[in-house]
């Protein structure tokens, strides 16, 4: 608990990380859509279009592959198919604080998640000319991790729907932390198809808030599958930054 504790009074204390894309969201927008599938379990393949927020030009693709019903992967791709970055996922321990490892061959950043009892221990390497920097954070009711997220929004879609907010502490590797945010209904970005049910997730510090936008993603009303992710990207371009994306999903 202390490391949580720590992890909200540091986040007044991170702005300019947090504005330069340091992986606050991180991976949000990926692998959501494989870890639950509770109408369609012959959905075997997902493909997300991430666009920019200001010019609409295709930045990347994401693929993501159920290899198993714990694992699956992710291969992401240039707009001409060049495959730059993969992850790969275990949820067989806790679907959502699940085990994971990313690598971004753009800029050689690596980040390992694993669960080892009650802890999850954390590796995180900026960038291939970085040290690799180790920790660890107690698993605890309520800690998030990565694509955990969609499981955590199919778990709670009940009560989510009635419009109550809830409060998650999502973890944020390159920081070694979690971080409190706060998860609820949220208007539709402009844009958004008919007939789906949207979400926002937003830090819990108003001093954070002024800084960062918050994400809102869609979810298809009936089957509750993320159709639409509008937020900071989880995977960074050459320079290590971190884009501003709109990621459209398509069901295979």
């Not at 008919?194 to 936008?213: E, H, I, Q």
Request: aromatic residues 10%.
């Amino acid at each position: 608990m202390a490391k949580m504790e720590r992890s909200k009074k540091l986040s007044l204390n991170c702005v300019p990380v947090l504005i330069t894309g340091a992986l606050l969201f991180t991976s949000l927008s990926s692998a959501e859509t494989l870890s639950e599938s509770p109408t369609d379990p012959t959905i075997s393949k997902v493909v997300g279009s991430a666009y920019s927020l200001d010019d609409k030009t295709l930045l990347y693709r994401e693929t993501h592959t159920k290899q198993s019903d714990s694992i699956y992967t992710v291969e992401y791709s240039e707009p001409d198919g060049q495959v730059f970055a993969t992850k790969s996922l275990d949820s067989s321990k806790s679907s959502i604080a699940p085990s994971f490892s990313q690598l971004n061959e753009r800029n050689g950043e690596k980040i390992d998640v694993l669960q080892s009892g009650k802890k999850l221990e954390i590796s995180y390497q900026e960038n291939s000319q970085a040290s690799l920097e180790k920790d660890s954070v107690p698993l605890v009711p309520g800690v998030v991790v990565d694509a955990g997220f969609n499981a955590f929004v199919t778990q709670y879609w009940d009560t989510l729907i009635t419009g109550k907010e809830m409060d998650i502490e999502f973890l944020v590797p390159s920081r070694q932390s979690t971080y409190s945010f706060r998860f609820g209904k949220s208007d539709c970005i402009d844009g958004t198809e008919s007939g789906v049910t949207c979400f926002s997730l937003k830090p819990v510090s108003w001093f954070v808030r002024m800084a960062v936008d918050p994400i809102v993603v869609a979810y298809d009303s009936e089957n509750k599958r993320l159709l639409r992710f509008t937020g900071r990207a989880n995977i960074s371009n050459e320079q290590g930054k971190y884009q501003n994306v709109d990621i459209q999903y398509r069901y295979f």
